[in-house]
């Protein structure tokens, strides 16, 4: 490559946070961009095109360890939030669908099941699902709205020893290759969390078909007709939002760096097609605006890195609040899908074709700044700290 030879620092970590790591944060890191390298990257691109989750794709996850990866005990891994972060950068490197399977098991699935689930349902669901032998889904939005949860319209009635449930949820990520789906519900007593088994007479996981975004990763409206759920499968240790929402705050966490891996992608195919594509007899990396532009990826890519390099090391000190949370959100979200944009008009037609990375991290971001709270919502919330006034 033209011009690489004068490089001194490393376009992707221009601040060298890899130097930050510990040995075994590095080890992890390493672990998982071989995997991406030999697994993902060679059948996303087709998993994308056809619309299809690769799931063969989850024992080699399972193996290296990457669900649950943070919870201790239940033949979890007990890692760090760096070593998480890390993971899912990694990961959303190959692909924001791959990371989204992750995050949701990780996060959203296993995260609630070990805070607030029983013994016997923690002994029951989590080692499977660290070892990719059960898969999850998280069911909380609604089709009239995800950004107001406090509106939910799913209903568990109480009947004998059992519940009812009625209802729908829409934008469901795994939903129609889950095994157990958490539901969040209202109940008389505020919202309840249920591990409903995806055979469970009643309920129907309907895929949507029609996304040009996450298209490697399975999303799908859940229907409840009168799903019956006996009391052992209600989450006891929680009621009310908050447990959705801290299951939110460790997934939204995740998304933070892993958009970071995605926007380094996208920069690094940008600068080795600037590098050779010769126009006006020189190559693109020789006009300033080209330069500025790539140097506007690196500079964003840079503060990403250390918001969630910060970050992590809050949420490792049990200082993390959702507040630091969705400036990190926010500010990711928004850089990775800028450069992903500008990436994509670097390389011109080609840009729009899937035989380059581009234009498909493009299309998964528009989902990823979208779901786990929008920008505009994570504005609220720091619009709220601020203030001190509600402004949703
Ligand atoms: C691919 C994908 C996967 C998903 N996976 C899951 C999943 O696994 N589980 C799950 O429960 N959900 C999931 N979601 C749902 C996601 O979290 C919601 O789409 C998201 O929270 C937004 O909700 P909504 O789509 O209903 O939009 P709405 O809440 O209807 O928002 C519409 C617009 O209004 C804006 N807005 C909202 N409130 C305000 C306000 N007060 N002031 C100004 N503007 C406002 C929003 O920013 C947005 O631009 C997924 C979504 C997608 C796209």
Redesign the pocket.
């Known amino acids: 490559m033209a011009g690489t030879d004068k490089r001194k620092l490393n376009p992707l970590d221009l601040y060298d946070v890899r130097a930050e790591l510990t040995e075994e944060e590095s080890m992890v890191q390493d672990s998982v961009a071989r995997l991406v390298d030999e697994k993902v990257l060679p059948i996303i691109q087709d998993a994308f095109e056809t619309h299809t989750f690769p799931k063969e794709l989850v024992p080699e996850v399972a193996a290296l360890g990457l669900l649950g990866s943070s919870l201790d005990g239940y033949d979890c891994a007990g890692l760090n939030a760096i070593c998480y972060g890390l993971i899912c950068q990694e990961l959303e490197r190959g692909d924001s669908g791959i990371r ?1 399977f992750v995050s ?1 098991q990780s996060s ?1 699935v296993m995260f609630p099941i070990h805070a607030y689930g029983s013994e016997e349902q923690k002994r029951r669901w989590l080692p499977a699902m660290a070892c990719g032998e059960a898969i999850g ?13 406090s509106n939910m319209k799913t209903y568990a009635k109480r009947d004998g020893d059992d519940w009812v449930i009625n209802g729908s ?7 129609n290759i889950a095994d157990a789906a958490v539901v ?1 519900a209202m109940t008389e007593e505020g919202v309840r969390g249920f591990i409903v088994k995806t055979d469970s007479p009643g309920f129907t996981a309907q895929k ?1 078909e029609n ?1 040009f ?2 298209r490697a ?1 399975n ?1 799908s409206a859940l229907f409840f007709d009168n799903v019956r759920v006996p009391d052992a499968n209600v989450l006891p240790g929680v009621v009310g939002l908050k447990g ?1 929402l801290s299951c939110l705050t460790q997934a939204r966490y995740g998304i933070t760096w892993g958009v970071i891996g995605a926007a380094q992608a996208c920069l690094n195919e940008a600068l080795n097609y600037a590098h050779e594509r010769i126009i006006f007899n020189n190559p693109l990396t020789h006009t300033q605006s080209i330069q500025q532009r790539l140097a506007d990826m690196s500079r964003r890519i840079t503060t990403a890195q250390l918001l969630s390099l910060q970050l992590g090391r809050l949420k490792d000190q049990g200082r993390m609040t959702p507040t630091h949370v969705s400036v990190a959100k926010w500010n990711n979200c928004r850089a990775a899908i800028d450069i992903a944009r500008d990436a994509r008009d670097i390389l011109g037609g080609y840009g729009i074709s899937a035989e380059y990375v581009p234009i498909r991290h493009m299309l998964n971001l ?3 700044i ?8 994570h504005q ?1 919330i720091v619009g709220k700290e601020l203030t001190g006034v509600n ?2």
């Open positions: 989204s949701v959203l889904c998280f069911g909380l939005t609604e089709p009239q709205g995800g950004s107001d949860p949820k829409m934008w469901i990520t795994n939903g969040w949507i996304k975004s996450l990763s999303t959705p528009e989902s990823v979208t779901y786990e709270g929008t920008e505009t919502v609220l402004a949703f």
